[in-house]
């Protein structure tokens, strides 16, 4: 590695200026470096009977050697696109903050988080539930312009946000419900069974807070289903809680903003009153 150079290294043989390094077996070893702007990220070593000519052992080295720039080529290819990935997610994630955060109206809010935090996700549904006056009511479904509280699908999903905003954990199902608790077993079968979702991932929205307490109580949850193929469940988790935590913010702040009485009247009080403002107020005494 730190020569960066590909080698071969005859039997029983020993490195000078370096203690313990050599080659302790009876093979000639050929170590070729794999080398990613001008960094070694990793070794092919081949293991070769020492009684082979030296032209052919240098062959298999200059042949190792070309498979290394292969390779090495491959990985920066790799990063390349994981770098553009990355990108792309950033551009995404950029937007999604904007959106959610454009309106204090907590409908609004809620059904922003839900459509475009589905497409940051890549699910096929996203829903956001939230605690209102004690109790758990399902806000936004992605796609929809109405959540319907009768419908089926709904009650069974707000008993489920119900039971694991209770438990204060995330919920990751892939199919099996093996290991959960009864209440969330028993709820998560009702849900699947009438939804059909492969996968759901349930992801708890916290009170953002300056300094972190010892003990967060969860206000609501985000719930990231799959219906059609199977999502990988770490992408999925790790994704919805980066939605989460920006959600989080957007979501209390828009219901602390909802919760101030005669909201629509104070409004209707403080937009005349800006006239009164500056150079205007100083006139008018």
């Given amino acids: 590695i730190q020569a960066s150079q590909p080698q071969i290294i005859p039997p029983n043989a020993t490195i000078e200026g370096v203690p313990n390094a050599g080659n302790p077996?009876?093979?000639s070893l050929i170590i070729?470096?794999?080398?990613?702007?001008?960094?070694?990220?990793?070794?092919?070593e081949i293991m070769m009977d020492p009684t082979r000519r030296a032209a052919t052992q240098k062959s298999t080295l200059r042949f190792v050697s070309d498979l290394c720039d292969l390779a090495a080529s491959y990985l920066k290819n790799r990063q390349?696109?994981?770098?553009?990935?990355?990108q792309r997610l950033w551009?995404?994630?950029?937007?999604?903050?904007?959106?959610?955060?454009?309106?204090?109206?907590?409908?609004e809010a809620a059904y922003a988080v839900a459509n475009d935090g589905k497409r940051l996700v890549g699910c096929d549904r996203m829903s956001v539930a939230l605690k209102v006056g004690g109790r758990v009511m399902v806000?936004?479904?992605s796609g929809q312009e109405v959540v319907e509280q009768?419908?089926?699908?709904?009650?069974e999903l707000t008993r489920l946000c119900k039971v694991v905003i209770r438990s204060g954990e995330d919920l990751v199902y892939t199919g099996n419900t093996e290991g959960f608790a009864p209440d969330i077993r028993d709820a998560l079968e009702l849900y699947v069974d009438e939804s059909g979702s492969k996968a759901v991932v349930v992801t708890l929205l916290h009170k953002p807070e300056?300094?972190?307490?010892?003990?967060?109580?969860?206000?609501?949850?985000?719930?990231?289903?799959q219906i059609g193929d199977e999502m990988a469940p770490t992408d999925a988790h790790a994704r919805t809680e980066v939605v989460s935590r920006h959600a989080s913010t957007a979501l209390w702040n828009a219901r602390e903003h909802d919760k101030i009485f005669l909201l629509p009247l104070l409004k209707l009080i403080g937009s005349p009153w800006r006239f009164f403002r500056g150079r205007m107020l100083a006139k008018i005494v």
Wanted: charged content about 20%; aromatic content about 4%; hydrophobic content about 40%.
């Fill in 32 to 44: 070729a470096p794999l080398t990613v702007d001008k960094q070694v990220v990793g070794l092919i």
């Fill in 91 to 107: 551009n995404q994630l950029e937007g999604f903050t904007h959106q959610i955060h454009a309106s204090l109206d907590l409908k």
């Fill in 210 to 225: 300056s300094e972190p307490s010892k003990e967060k109580v969860p206000f609501g949850c985000l719930v990231a289903e």
């Fill in 80 to 86: 390349m696109r994981q770098m553009m990935s990355q």
């Fill in 139 to 141: 806000e936004a479904v």
């Fill in 150 to 155: 009768r419908a089926n699908l709904i009650r």
């Fill in 25 to 27: 077996t009876p093979f």
